[in-house]
């Protein structure tokens, strides 16, 4: 079973930076065959993409509304993928989750197998 354990979230102010990880325990397969992506959930709302990192050639993918502000990256030899948020706003207050799919990459949550717990981030004024 594929584990995913973040961290790094936490308090800051608005305009302020985190930078979140996400340790892949692999279970069978290599890490750097993964497809990984990092999604956000507010309270109420649906898990938003935030972005996503390919297996095959590091090529990366952001949500519009995030991509000048968010770079996802990954390191294979330490089986971790990161989040690097800068310039942090109050709607980006969520629960940060890491996603591992050995399928095809995308947006959609649904097309991940595995998640991480979640990392609280909260953006104050």
């Known amino acids: 079973q594929v584990q995913l354990v973040e961290s790094g979230g936490g308090t800051v102010q608005a305009g302020g930076s985190l930078k979140l990880s996400c340790v892949f325990t692999?279970?069978?397969?290599?890490?750097?065959?993964?497809?990984m992506a990092w999604f956000r959930q507010a309270p109420g709302k649906e898990r938003e993409f935030v972005a996503h990192?390919?297996?095959?050639?590091?090529?990366?993918h952001y949500a519009d509304s995030m991509k000048d502000r968010m770079t996802i990256s990954r390191d294979n030899a330490k089986n971790t993928v990161y989040l690097l948020m800068n310039s942090l706003k109050l709607e980006d207050t969520a629960t940060y989750y890491c996603?591992?799919?050995?399928?095809?990459?995308?947006?959609?949550?649904?097309?991940?197998?595995?998640w991480g717990q979640g990392t609280q981030v909260t953006v104050s004024s």
């Open positions: 996603a591992a799919t050995y399928g095809a990459i995308s947006e959609e949550p649904t097309a991940y197998d595995d």
């Open positions: 692999p279970s069978g397969r290599d890490f750097s065959w993964y497809n």
């Open positions: 990192i390919a297996w095959a050639d590091g090529g990366t």
